[in-house]
């Protein structure tokens, strides 16, 4: 399963400082999957997706709303009028 290779990069990631500081900072998809693959570790673009839908899955009620407010408001933005 290629999720286990994404929790085995993050957790290689970790280790090694340069690593870790690029992953701190804003990446497309495509250079996630880079650095995964440089590395040496078979990410997929759906590892990644699995990943996130595994994170919001352990929030509680209460942060799942405050995240859907803050999405809500990031599209006021983009509708006229």
Avoid: K, N, W, Y
Avoid at 14 to 29: I, N, V
Avoid at 45 to 66: G, K, Y
């Amino acid at each position: 399963m290629s999720l286990q290779q994404l929790d085995a990069f993050l957790a290689h990631a970790r280790e090694r400082p340069a690593l870790a500081q690029r992953l701190r900072e804003p990446l497309e998809l495509p250079e996630l999957l880079e650095l995964a693959a440089a590395e040496g570790f078979a990410v997929l673009e759906d590892d990644v997706i699995a990943a996130q839908v595994r994170e919001e899955q352990r929030l509680d009620a209460t942060e799942l709303q405050r995240r859907a407010g803050l999405d809500a408001r990031r599209l006021r933005t983009f509708i006229p009028g």
